[in-house]
């Protein structure tokens, strides 16, 4: 699995941001799959011991985001116009878990994608279906300055 590019404030993968999550993604070409494995810190907790929906929601929309780049251009980036969140049972914090987003339609102005976040069995906690759209051209001419940023971290 190929390791995708991060950046420096994102909440979920900026590693200069000092209250964000620092995920890793990996894409797995062959099965047309992004994915993170990650421990979520009390911190984050909505009860306690639970990771709080607003964190989820934030994993699932980037798990999205970044399926849509396997096997496309960095360049490509899409935003999300719709997110819908489905909350299986509570995540817990403190534990091993893995996100996985992939490309349900795809195209380049539109894309309907879906993710899901899982335990260390396979159960799935939460999971999201999303449609991303094509960035505007405002968001490209503010994303030039950072793309210096924009890249594979160790």
């Known amino acids: 699995m190929d390791k995708q590019r991060s950046s420096r404030m994102c909440f979920v993968c900026g590693r200069q941001n000092p209250v964000g999550l620092k995920l890793d993604f990996y894409e797995d070409r062959e099965s047309g799959q992004v994915r993170a494995e990650f421990v979520v810190p009390d911190v984050y907790q909505g009860y306690p011991g639970v990771v709080h929906g607003g964190v989820i929601a934030a994993v699932l929309d980037e798990l999205s985001g970044r399926a849509v780049m396997i096997d496309g251009s960095e360049e490509d980036l899409m935003a999300t116009l719709r997110l819908t969140v489905r909350y299986h049972r509570p995540t817990p914090t403190e534990t091993p878990l893995v996100g996985v987003g992939w490309v349900e339609r795809g195209g380049r102005r539109r894309a309907r994608v879906a993710g899901e976040i899982r335990l260390p069995d396979g159960t799935v906690t939460a999971s999201c ?14 994303w030039e300055e950072e793309k210096a940023y924009w890249k594979v971290y160790e």
């Open 129 to 142: 279906e999303s449609l991303l759209v094509e960035v505007p051209a405002s968001f490209k001419e503010n």
